[in-house]
């Protein structure tokens, strides 16, 4: 919706916001539109292309679109078919509609662990990491990109994948090797050309990390860098 829809005071939207900064989709000088961001404080709104970066301001900004929460409650007996991506902070009470990579305990260093699909964005581009709580029970996660691994309280905002009440759930979820999906009906899930993946590391051990669909590139954060791996 448009971002100037924030100002029409409707409390049943809320704008997705991280800080002063919001995603929004803006239209670039070479014709095309990419997601980029938007300073709230300065409102101006900025993508990176081609190494440079553009920027807008003034009253074409309120035109951008942008992401909203609908916090009206669903209607019931609706079946859902579309991926639900919860809101939630690193740190926060972990959520209880989540449901374990593979429906199992995965295999790490220090032992059997769930480990949850988790959603952020760094510098605008999606990445999928692992989510996990910690033994008080908030939101843990570890990401990896561009040679880095991202975790700590510097996450702020994130996405995890949810699942609905088993009356509305319209879709099926299962974990499979990468030479099986697209096929039977199945759909990979991702954002953009990132996706979820089960990377298993050189000692076997394995962490939901994102697989690059671009490069055909699987990696997690671990040990403060980005790791590639296999999936």
């Not at 100002?7 to 809320?14: D, Q, S, V």
């Not at 300065?42 to 003034?58: I, Q, R």
């Not at 990109?145 to 510097?154: H, K, L, R, V």
């Not at 000692?203 to 671990?222: H, M, P, Q, R, T």
Request: negative net charge.
């Amino acid at each position: 919706m448009p971002i100037k829809t924030r100002l029409a005071g409707e409390a049943h939207r809320e704008l997705v916001r991280c800080g002063q900064s919001t995603p929004v989709l803006m239209p670039c000088k070479d014709g095309q539109q990419r997601l980029g961001y938007l300073d709230l404080s300065t409102e101006v709104a900025t993508v990176g292309v081609g190494g440079k970066s553009e920027t807008l301001a003034g009253g074409a900004v309120g035109d951008l679109l942008g992401i909203f929460r609908n916090l009206r409650p669903p209607p019931t007996g609706v079946k859902i078919y579309d991926d639900l991506w919860g809101d939630v902070k690193y740190g926060g009470p972990f959520p209880t509609n989540v449901v374990p990579a593979d429906n199992r305990q995965l295999k790490t260093e220090t032992g059997p662990m769930n480990q949850y699909v988790a959603l952020w964005y760094k510098h605008g581009e999606p990445v999928f990491g692992r989510a996990y709580p910690d033994p008080s029970g908030k939101i843990m996660a570890n990401f990896g990109a561009n040679n880095q691994e991202n975790s700590g309280p510097d996450i702020g905002s994130m996405q995890m994948l949810t699942v609905p009440d088993a009356s509305c759930m319209g879709l099926e979820y299962s974990w499979m090797p990468r030479s099986q999906a697209g096929s039977g009906g199945w759909e990979v899930v991702h954002v953009g050309n990132a996706a979820p993946v089960i990377v298993v590391d050189e000692k076997g051990n394995e962490y939901v990390g994102n697989l690059d669909l671009s490069k055909d590139k699987a990696s997690i954060g671990f040990g403060g860098k980005e790791k590639v791996g296999n999936s």
